[in-house]
Nanobody, 114 residues
């Protein structure tokens, strides 16, 4: 089992920044993919960004140039630095860990006011 604990969400004005963190614990493999997804009210959960243990990244087009995903393998922690936030970024953000199985965090609310 893998447990994921997210932190860093909150309320911010448009144009502001937030940094999300997700700490993984339990049966962690050195080879894995971690990422961030988000779900806005009435919408499906969507990929925001993912990063492999080797540091390869992928982003949804809508956040490219504004969000940066990174990780600290020694701490089993993944980060999402969000800048130039827009009201449409408002959602519950979920951390994901994938290695043979998929695990999800409990989610953290990000609200961007206009």
């Amino acid at each position: 089992q893998v447990q994921l604990v997210e932190s860093g969400g909150g309320l911010v004005q448009a144009g502001g920044s937030l940094r999300l963190s997700c700490a993984a614990s339990g049966r962690i493999s050195s080879i894995n993919v971690m990422g961030w997804y988000r779900q806005a009210p009435g919408k499906q959960r969507e990929l925001v960004a993912v990063i492999t243990n080797g540091g390869s990244t992928n982003y949804v087009d809508s956040v490219k140039g504004r969000f940066t995903i990174s990780r600290d393998n020694a701490k089993n922690t993944v980060y999402l630095q969000m800048t130039s936030l827009k009201p449409e970024d408002t959602a519950v953000y979920y951390c994901q860990y994938v290695r043979y199985e998929t695990y999800w965090g409990q989610g953290t609310q990000v609200t961007v006011s206009s």
